[in-house]
């Protein structure tokens, strides 16, 4: 017996040591250290008005494509005075310098060095007074950038607005006195004049409320809240004109449960308001609240953990196993294994109550969770702090839940705002086993060698909304030809061994791919000759062929709906089910809409052991949670913070930069990014639905909602091209072409098929926007902005619609030039019965 206890403790020791071995040799070939991620250091700027903090402003470390920033609005007074504080608690405050710009940044309007300042600790106050050299409600870029210690400068932007007349301070005292009454459930203020209460949101949460709630909503419902001091709101301009104003407001608000726990939330609140002599008028109004993550509440069960009330979508991704499981929720990444009862903090840029961590312009996406909780992860947009402090971009992580730490792999860098950014990365962001980074940027395929941080472009210029990727992420593909509708090849690439196939279209056939159901490749063919463009430049792909393959090439399912006498146009993808849109053709060679076809992949399914759910209780209504449905680790929960690897040497990387953005951006109302388009029709109607507006890469302004004049008449519209017998659309073109003082021949062009969207972008040096789909009212914006718009009847008939009254839209005979009223309403119906079919021209430039 003694023999063998000495055997045990011998083999024991052997073992440990060995250990401490391993760990030791692992060690030794590293000089790599770890350490805590280092704090922010670049000063805040927060823009003031007659004693008012607005839009806090933080800075870049190196000079940015300024025309890609669109945060808030600053009013200018009268006499052009700017005023600003800087707080530099860490980094001093040297020099200040400034420039105003066009919005485009092509025009430097003035710039110099800010001498005349006042400094009291570590804030400086500065009232800058503009030259007169500005346009009467003209928009303006200012740059203000600081010289700090040690040769550091720091870039900080906003817009600039020099309006004749506003009413700012009576819509800003209307915000304040509905954001309190909010607060208010005695209803001392009554508020519910101002609400438009209607079925178009859910009343069955409170991470979302609107202008259309029910009054309890917006009073937090049963949830005893209390305002927060107005010393710690962050108010934001957004956009701004003589009689309107919207407004952001960010703040926390607190919580206690009926546990006695301190919950803390962060809210955005945004305000649309219009000033009138008779009354104010609160035409929009928005809420969302996410609660912040805190694993000191008592939120882990034996069933799952407690999200609680979210607005914002949640990321998370789970390894194979499903026992651990990855997740974002207020900026931060998480990591929590629940075989082993263990939370880590992976990565997050907040500090305490320090703003500077909280700024909110990133994301965070994770690409892998392995089998031991190792993750990868994609950092992208502003980096608040660490080694990449006020620089843009995106950076690659790999965590190591054996080691505790976190690596930076690589950084791509950015002179873009996170906005752009995001609207740029594709969905393609993978990491293989041979330490291939595979990443989609600026309308290419990339492939970084994380050993040599070499990058190769795998495939450039791709057609935006051509590209995908496999819900794993290790397969992609993409039309090999820059179109969406005119490909005869298709790209298959396998991310883990780099090796690529091709998929090409039947003779006299082109090719779409439409996404993958797990492993398997779907695209769709269309005969060339039934590949139509509408007359304002859309696309019709009827498909009559949809083809399944495996991931080595093979045929799975092939669908022959031309035999059927239908065809499809698009499809969506959902779990294991795919739903086709179709149409048929009819005698005249056009299509209508048929009954969609539905696809179903029979494969097992699939119990899972962690799955985001939602439930549903007074006072807080729903809330998130991941239900787990495996054996949680016994004991307390442990909680760890890895820390950074510190490596010598640098990782960052500069892509080339992509083609010319054409591109349409859509802010919102409350000066958050409602996306990128495409499509000029698309971009209007989500900004009118939002209340927002369009511009370009530039800032060009494009539409407003709004925006236009009370009433318009551009007056006579002559063709001094007309011919005998020509058709109004033919006459209609001319008119068009002839304010842009060119005179092309229209009928020439007609009679060998170009569409009327084709023969103004040929004949134009301008821009072209196809506005079909969009309604009589969201077109007028340009008739207000001078410029008629083409309204498509079908054939060969055409009118321009001219100007407008508050009844009424006036529109003109293209072929007699003579112009007539019709009222609002029924011209609205007749153009929707006509297809809402619009076209206009613009300059060259829009500034």
């Known amino acids: 017996m003694k023999k063998l206890v000495i055997r045990i403790a011998t083999i024991a020791a052997a073992f440990l040591l060995g250990v401490a071995g391993m760990s030791y040799f692992l060690m030794a070939g590293n000089t790599d250290s770890t350490a805590e991620m280092t704090g922010a250091t670049l000063p805040l700027i927060y823009m003031e008005r007659q004693g008012r903090n607005l839009n806090l402003l933080h800075g870049y470390t190196k000079s940015m494509d300024a025309a890609t920033i669109r945060d808030a609005v600053y009013p200018l007074p009268s006499d052009r005075t700017v005023s600003f504080r800087v707080e530099y608690p860490d980094a001093k405050v040297q020099n200040v310098y400034y420039e105003v710009r066009s919005v485009d940044t092509s025009r430097l309007i003035e710039d110099g060095e800010i001498k005349d300042y006042s400094r009291s600790g570590r804030t400086l106050t500065v009232d800058l007074k503009l030259k007169d050299l500005l346009d009467d409600n003209g928009e303006y870029l200012l740059v203000i950038r600081l010289g700090l210690e040690k040769n550091q400068e720091a870039y900080y932007y906003t817009h600039v607005k020099k309006l004749t007349d506003n009413h700012l301070d009576e819509c800003l005292a209307f915000v304040d006195e509905i954001h309190s009454a909010l607060f208010d459930k005695n209803n001392t203020v009554s508020i519910a004049q101002y609400l438009e209460s209607d079925d178009s949101i859910s009343n069955k949460s409170l991470d979302h409320v609107s202008i259309h709630s029910k009054y309890k909503q917006l009073i937090w419902g049963d949830m005893d809240v209390q305002e927060p001091d107005m010393a710690n709101i962050r108010t934001y301009l957004t956009e701004l004109d003589s009689s309107v104003a919207s407004v952001r407001l960010e703040y926390e608000i607190s919580y206690v449960n009926d546990a006695e726990e301190t919950e803390n939330y962060e809210v955005t609140e945004s305000y649309r308001v219009r000033y009138t002599q008779q009354r104010m008028y609160l035409l929009n109004y928005d809420r969302k609240v996410d609660r912040v993550f805190d694993p000191g509440l008592d939120i882990f069960t034996k069933k799952g953990v407690e999200l609680g009330i979210l607005n914002t979508e949640v990321e998370y991704r789970k390894n194979d196993e499903e026992n651990i499981v990855g997740f974002v929720q207020n900026g931060e990444l998480w ?41 990868d992860f994609l950092v992208y947009g502003y980096m608040n702090r660490g080694t990449h402090e006020g620089e843009a971009g995106v950076a690659l992580y790999s965590y190591d839940a054996l080691t505790n730490s976190v690596e930076e792999r690589a950084f791509i860098e950015s002179r873009e705002s996170f906005a752009i950014l995001q609207s740029e990365l594709g969905s393609m962001a993978y990491v293989n086993n041979n330490g291939q980074f595979y990443i989609f940027l600026n309308d290419a395929v990339n492939c970084v060698d994380l050993s040599t941080m070499e990058c190769e472009t795998v495939a450039g210029g791709i057609a935006s909304g051509s590209g995908m990727v496999s819900e794993d992420g290790h397969l992609a593909a993409w039309h090999k030809e820059n179109s969406l509708y005119a490909s005869r090849n298709v790209a298959v690439l396998n991310l883990n061994t780099g090796k690529s196939r091709e998929v090409q279209a039947d003779d006299g056939y082109y090719i779409r791919a439409l996404g993958f159901m797990g492993t398997d490749f779907i695209y769709g063919e269309a005969r060339q000759s039934d590949v139509q463009k509408g007359l304002t430049g859309n696309e019709l792909f009827p498909m009559g062929r949809i083809v399944i393959e495996d991931e080595q090439g093979q045929v799975v399912r092939e669908f022959d709906y031309e035999s059927q006498g239908k065809y499809v146009t698009d499809i969506s993808i959902e779990s294991n089910r795919i739903s086709l849109n179709c149409v048929q053709k009819s005698a005249d060679g056009s299509y209508t809409a048929a009954a969609p076809e539905p696809i179903t992949n029979k494969t097992t399914e699939i119990v899972e052991k962690i799955a985001l759910e939602t439930k549903s209780g007074a006072p807080k209504q729903q809330e998130y949670y991941f239900a787990l449905s495996g054996t949680r680790g016994s004991g307390k929960l442990r909680t760890l913070t890895p820390k950074q690897v510190v490596f010598e040497g640098s990782r960052t990387l500069t892509l080339e930069n992509g ?37 370009d890469a530039q800032q060009n302004i494009l539409w407003t909602r709004g925006g236009r004049k009370t009433r318009t008449d551009l007056g006579t519209m002559n063709n001094p091209q007309q011919k005998d017998g020509e058709s109004s659309l033919q006459a209609a073109l001319e008119i068009m072409l002839g304010t842009r003082k060119t005179y092309g021949d229209v009928d020439t062009y007609l009679a060998q098929g170009y569409t009327p969207y084709e023969i103004l972008s040929e004949q134009t040096a301008g821009r072209v926007l196809d506005l079909s789909g969009c309604s009589v009212s969201m077109v007028l914006y340009y ?57 206009v021209c613009l300059p060259e430039t829009e500034n």
Request: aromatic share 10%.
């Open 335 to 375: 990591c929590y294994d629940v075989a082993q009862n263990k939370l880590s903090k992976v990565f997050g840029f907040r500090e305490g109550d320090d703003l500077r961590g909280a700024y909110d312009e990133h994301a965070i996406r994770i690409l892998k969770v392995d089998e031991t909780g190792s993750m």
């Open 659 to 695: 083609a010319a953005d054409n591109r349409y951006y859509v802010y919102n109302f409350d000066g958050t990014f409602g996306g990128a388009f495409t499509g000029a029709n698309a971009a209007v109607q989500t900004a009118n639905e939002a209340m927002g507006i369009v511009v």
């Open 783 to 839: 008739v207000s902005q001078g410029y008629p718009v083409l309204a498509l009847e079908g054939g060969s008939n055409a009118e321009l619609i001219t100007g407008y009254d508050p009844q009424n839209i006036i529109v003109t005979d293209p072929l007699t030039g003579e112009s007539s009223k019709r009222g609002m309403n029924d011209s609205t119906q007749q153009f929707a019965d006509l297809g809402n079919l619009f076209l």
